[in-house]
């Protein structure tokens, strides 16, 4: 499928930026299959939105590291809405976890008075 993916004649002439690259290969190596299915969905989103949107999009989900296709599409409703985005974390099991326990270490001088 990814052979397929790449000689799509319809997709050798986009010019994407490279934010999209990333992306297929995080979710790639992340769902195997269902991430290629997936990026094939994050591309479908260009039947509705601007590129320039769903640009936006692709480049905030990687920088929260919410790489998925339901995460692209909530981004760039967001986007074009303008409204700030609500990502559940509890769908993407496959996240790591934040441990905020370490930043009373790093900053006694804060919880001193909580």
Known sequence: MANALDQAAPLAE??????????RRLMEARMIKAGRREYVQVLR???TFDIVDLHAAVKKALQLGAVGFDAVKHLVLCQVERRPPKLDLDVY??????DVATT??????????A
């Not at 986009?14 to 992306?23: G, K, Y």
């Not at 099991?93 to 934040?98: D, E, G, V």
Request: proline share 17%; hydrophobic share 50%.
């Open 14 to 23: 986009w010019d994407l930026p490279p934010e999209f690259a990333t992306l």
């Open 45 to 47: 989103l260009l039947e």
């Open 93 to 98: 099991p496959y996240l790591p976890r934040a």
């Open 104 to 113: 009373a270490v790093l900053y006694p001088q804060v919880w001193k008075f």
